[in-house]
Protein backbone atom coordinates (compact mmCIF):
# COMPACT_ATOMS: atom_id res chain seq x y z
CA UNK A 1 0.00 0.00 0.00
CA UNK A 2 1.81 3.35 -1.27
CA UNK A 3 -0.10 6.41 0.03
CA UNK A 4 -0.14 8.68 -2.82
CA UNK A 5 -1.29 11.90 -0.81
CA UNK A 6 -4.70 10.48 0.74
CA UNK A 7 -4.81 8.39 -2.50
CA UNK A 8 -3.35 4.57 -2.26
CA UNK A 9 -1.68 2.62 -4.73
CA UNK A 10 -1.98 -0.97 -4.02
CA UNK A 11 0.20 -3.41 -5.88
CA UNK A 12 -1.02 -6.85 -5.73
CA UNK A 13 1.99 -10.00 -5.78
CA UNK A 14 0.17 -13.86 -5.88
CA UNK A 15 1.72 -16.05 -3.49
CA UNK A 16 0.12 -19.07 -4.39
CA UNK A 17 -1.90 -20.69 -6.87
CA UNK A 18 -5.33 -20.20 -7.50
CA UNK A 19 -6.28 -16.49 -6.37
CA UNK A 20 -8.43 -13.80 -7.74
CA UNK A 21 -5.42 -11.41 -8.69
CA UNK A 22 -3.55 -14.65 -10.07
CA UNK A 23 -6.68 -15.17 -12.15
CA UNK A 24 -6.93 -11.98 -13.29
CA UNK A 25 -3.02 -11.75 -14.25
CA UNK A 26 -3.45 -15.03 -16.41
CA UNK A 27 -5.90 -13.73 -17.93
CA UNK A 28 -5.07 -10.27 -19.15
CA UNK A 29 -1.25 -11.24 -19.45
CA UNK A 30 -0.48 -9.04 -16.60
CA UNK A 31 -1.83 -5.99 -18.42
CA UNK A 32 -3.77 -3.75 -16.80
CA UNK A 33 -4.57 -2.56 -13.61
CA UNK A 34 -6.91 -4.94 -10.81
CA UNK A 35 -9.23 -3.10 -8.97
CA UNK A 36 -10.30 0.64 -8.16
CA UNK A 37 -11.64 0.85 -4.32
CA UNK A 38 -13.95 3.96 -3.36
CA UNK A 39 -14.11 5.36 0.27
CA UNK A 40 -18.19 6.15 0.68
CA UNK A 41 -20.77 6.40 3.35
CA UNK A 42 -22.54 3.43 2.91
CA UNK A 43 -20.75 0.30 1.00
CA UNK A 44 -23.99 -1.67 1.41
CA UNK A 45 -26.23 0.65 -0.68
CA UNK A 46 -23.97 1.16 -3.45
CA UNK A 47 -24.25 -2.90 -3.53
CA UNK A 48 -27.63 -2.93 -3.55
CA UNK A 49 -27.66 -0.33 -5.83
CA UNK A 50 -25.45 -2.80 -8.45
CA UNK A 51 -27.25 -5.75 -7.64
CA UNK A 52 -30.23 -3.78 -8.89
CA UNK A 53 -28.11 -3.51 -12.41
CA UNK A 54 -27.40 -7.12 -12.46
CA UNK A 55 -23.86 -6.64 -10.86
CA UNK A 56 -22.93 -9.13 -8.45
CA UNK A 57 -21.47 -8.93 -5.27
CA UNK A 58 -17.68 -11.18 -5.58
CA UNK A 59 -17.01 -10.46 -1.37
CA UNK A 60 -17.69 -8.85 1.39
CA UNK A 61 -14.91 -8.05 3.87
CA UNK A 62 -16.16 -7.24 7.67
CA UNK A 63 -13.11 -6.06 10.00
CA UNK A 64 -14.71 -3.52 12.46
CA UNK A 65 -13.84 -0.31 11.68
CA UNK A 66 -13.64 -1.34 7.66
CA UNK A 67 -16.00 -2.40 6.25
CA UNK A 68 -15.98 -3.18 2.07
CA UNK A 69 -17.72 -4.76 -0.43
CA UNK A 70 -16.27 -5.96 -3.73
CA UNK A 71 -18.11 -6.26 -6.97
CA UNK A 72 -17.70 -9.21 -9.19
CA UNK A 73 -14.94 -8.20 -11.71
CA UNK A 74 -17.04 -9.64 -14.92
CA UNK A 75 -20.37 -7.34 -13.99
CA UNK A 76 -18.20 -4.38 -13.50
CA UNK A 77 -15.89 -4.74 -16.92
CA UNK A 78 -12.28 -4.04 -17.61
CA UNK A 79 -11.74 -4.17 -13.19
CA UNK A 80 -13.08 -4.62 -9.76
CA UNK A 81 -15.05 -2.38 -7.85
CA UNK A 82 -15.37 -2.06 -4.22
CA UNK A 83 -17.09 -0.08 -2.04
CA UNK A 84 -15.36 0.53 1.59
CA UNK A 85 -15.96 2.65 4.86
CA UNK A 86 -14.03 2.63 7.91
CA UNK A 87 -15.90 4.60 10.76
CA UNK A 88 -14.06 7.76 12.38
CA UNK A 89 -12.68 8.24 8.71
CA UNK A 90 -14.28 11.24 7.01
CA UNK A 91 -11.39 13.25 7.22
CA UNK A 92 -9.02 11.85 4.43
CA UNK A 93 -6.45 11.80 6.68
CA UNK A 94 -8.14 9.54 9.24
CA UNK A 95 -7.66 6.05 9.56
CA UNK A 96 -7.44 3.46 6.84
CA UNK A 97 -6.66 -0.16 8.41
CA UNK A 98 -5.24 -2.00 5.32
CA UNK A 99 -2.86 0.32 5.07
CA UNK A 100 -1.94 0.44 8.71
CA UNK A 101 -1.98 2.58 11.84
CA UNK A 102 0.45 4.65 10.98
CA UNK A 103 0.03 5.43 7.11
CA UNK A 104 -0.10 9.06 7.10
CA UNK A 105 3.64 9.14 8.00
CA UNK A 106 4.25 7.84 5.06
CA UNK A 107 3.28 10.38 2.46
CA UNK A 108 5.83 11.87 0.71
CA UNK A 109 5.63 14.65 -1.55
CA UNK A 110 9.00 15.78 -2.74
CA UNK A 111 8.73 13.58 -6.16
CA UNK A 112 5.21 12.29 -6.32
CA UNK A 113 2.38 14.75 -5.62
CA UNK A 114 -0.97 13.34 -6.37
CA UNK A 115 -2.81 10.66 -8.47
CA UNK A 116 -5.29 12.27 -9.94
CA UNK A 117 -6.69 10.19 -13.29
CA UNK A 118 -7.21 6.77 -14.17
CA UNK A 119 -7.81 5.74 -17.57
CA UNK A 120 -10.00 2.67 -18.88
CA UNK A 121 -9.43 1.29 -22.14
CA UNK A 122 -12.25 -0.36 -24.01
CA UNK A 123 -13.57 -1.46 -27.72
CA UNK A 124 -16.97 0.93 -26.63
CA UNK A 125 -15.25 3.46 -24.17
CA UNK A 126 -18.28 5.03 -24.46
CA UNK A 127 -20.35 2.43 -23.41
CA UNK A 128 -18.24 1.48 -20.20
CA UNK A 129 -17.99 4.83 -19.34
CA UNK A 130 -21.95 4.58 -18.77
CA UNK A 131 -21.69 1.32 -17.30
CA UNK A 132 -19.18 2.18 -14.78
CA UNK A 133 -21.18 5.53 -14.23
CA UNK A 134 -24.50 4.17 -13.24
CA UNK A 135 -22.27 1.54 -10.88
CA UNK A 136 -21.24 4.70 -9.21
CA UNK A 137 -24.03 6.70 -9.70
CA UNK A 138 -22.09 9.61 -11.18
CA UNK A 139 -22.43 11.68 -14.62
CA UNK A 140 -20.64 10.62 -17.50
CA UNK A 141 -19.13 14.10 -18.60
CA UNK A 142 -16.46 15.19 -21.94
CA UNK A 143 -13.66 16.17 -21.32
CA UNK A 144 -11.22 18.92 -23.55
CA UNK A 145 -10.18 15.67 -26.15
CA UNK A 146 -14.06 14.54 -26.42
CA UNK A 147 -13.29 11.36 -24.33
CA UNK A 148 -16.20 10.27 -21.90
CA UNK A 149 -14.84 10.83 -17.93
CA UNK A 150 -16.02 10.45 -14.42
CA UNK A 151 -14.96 13.03 -12.12
CA UNK A 152 -14.15 12.41 -8.82
CA UNK A 153 -13.41 14.79 -5.78
CA UNK A 154 -9.67 14.10 -6.03
CA UNK A 155 -9.45 11.80 -9.23
CA UNK A 156 -10.92 11.25 -12.83
CA UNK A 157 -11.50 8.31 -14.62
CA UNK A 158 -11.52 9.13 -18.55
CA UNK A 159 -12.49 5.99 -21.15
CA UNK A 160 -10.55 5.58 -24.36
CA UNK A 161 -9.93 2.79 -27.45
CA UNK A 162 -8.49 -0.13 -26.90
CA UNK A 163 -8.56 -3.66 -28.03
CA UNK A 164 -9.86 -5.22 -24.84
CA UNK A 165 -11.23 -3.55 -21.66
CA UNK A 166 -8.68 -2.78 -19.09
CA UNK A 167 -7.26 -0.40 -16.12
CA UNK A 168 -4.55 0.74 -19.08
CA UNK A 169 -3.02 4.00 -17.28
CA UNK A 170 -2.39 5.55 -14.33
CA UNK A 171 -1.78 9.63 -14.26
CA UNK A 172 0.36 11.24 -11.53
CA UNK A 173 1.44 14.61 -10.60
CA UNK A 174 5.20 14.88 -9.93
CA UNK A 175 7.71 17.89 -9.43
CA UNK A 176 10.38 16.85 -12.12
CA UNK A 177 9.04 14.90 -14.87
CA UNK A 178 12.56 14.70 -16.03
CA UNK A 179 14.06 13.14 -13.06
CA UNK A 180 11.20 10.70 -12.72
CA UNK A 181 11.19 9.64 -16.12
CA UNK A 182 15.16 9.05 -15.99
CA UNK A 183 14.86 6.98 -12.36
CA UNK A 184 12.32 4.66 -14.69
CA UNK A 185 14.78 4.30 -17.65
CA UNK A 186 17.37 3.34 -14.82
CA UNK A 187 15.06 0.71 -13.97
CA UNK A 188 14.42 -0.40 -17.21
CA UNK A 189 11.25 0.34 -17.71
CA UNK A 190 9.77 1.46 -21.58
CA UNK A 191 10.47 5.05 -21.14
CA UNK A 192 8.76 7.92 -23.81
CA UNK A 193 8.49 11.50 -23.39
CA UNK A 194 5.94 11.29 -20.20
CA UNK A 195 5.18 7.90 -19.05
CA UNK A 196 6.67 4.83 -18.37
CA UNK A 197 5.31 1.22 -18.36
CA UNK A 198 5.04 -0.80 -14.86
CA UNK A 199 3.56 -3.74 -13.89
CA UNK A 200 1.39 -3.70 -16.91
CA UNK A 201 0.29 0.00 -16.60
CA UNK A 202 1.03 2.99 -17.81
CA UNK A 203 2.02 5.62 -15.66
CA UNK A 204 1.80 9.31 -17.12
CA UNK A 205 3.58 11.93 -15.75
CA UNK A 206 2.58 15.76 -15.53
CA UNK A 207 3.92 18.51 -13.81
Avoid at 21 to 50: E, Q, S, V
Avoid at 59 to 85: K, S, T
Avoid at 145 to 150: A, C, D, P, T, Y
Wanted: aromatic share 8%; charged share 25%.
Amino acid sequence: MLPVDTIFLEVVAPLRPGTAAGRFLDKTGGRGGYMAIFDCDNPDRRARHAEGMGVRIANVIDHPPYHGVQLHPRDCRAAFIEFNHTDGSDDLLGPYPPAGPDWQRSIRKDVTQALIGVEMESPEPQGLAAHWGRILEIPVTQNQNGESELKLPNCSFRFVRGASEIMSGLTFRVGDIAAVREAARKKGRAVTANSFLLGGVSFRLVA
